[in-house]
């Protein structure tokens, strides 16, 4: 199954992290008035594929705020 998602963050987009320590994976939620996009794994996905996923998102994360800061530098003024 393939599924696309488009997300838009507003001003009032929260984003938090829920931990479980060792008794559950964790849960990253973005939410706001009238969105929500929930991240986590299923208990069939091993371990080892989650972390690859949870590194790419870190990554890919880290470049979007790079090319966020650089896009916010030549629009100072938000346009």
Do not use: C
């Not at 559950?24 to 989650?50: C, K, Q, Y």
């Not at 994360?61 to 090319?67: F, G, L, N, R």
């Amino acid at each position: 199954m393939t599924v696309t998602i488009g997300f838009h963050a507003a001003a009032d987009t929260r984003v938090d992290l829920f931990t479980y320590g060792t008794e559950g994976t964790p849960i990253l939620d973005l939410s706001g008035s009238e969105h929500s996009l929930t991240i986590s794994a299923f208990s069939r996905v091993s371990n080892a594929d989650h972390l690859a996923f949870a590194k790419a998102l870190a990554t890919a994360a880290a470049e979007y705020v790079t090319a966020l800061e650089t896009y916010a530098a030549a629009h100072p003024d938000g346009s």
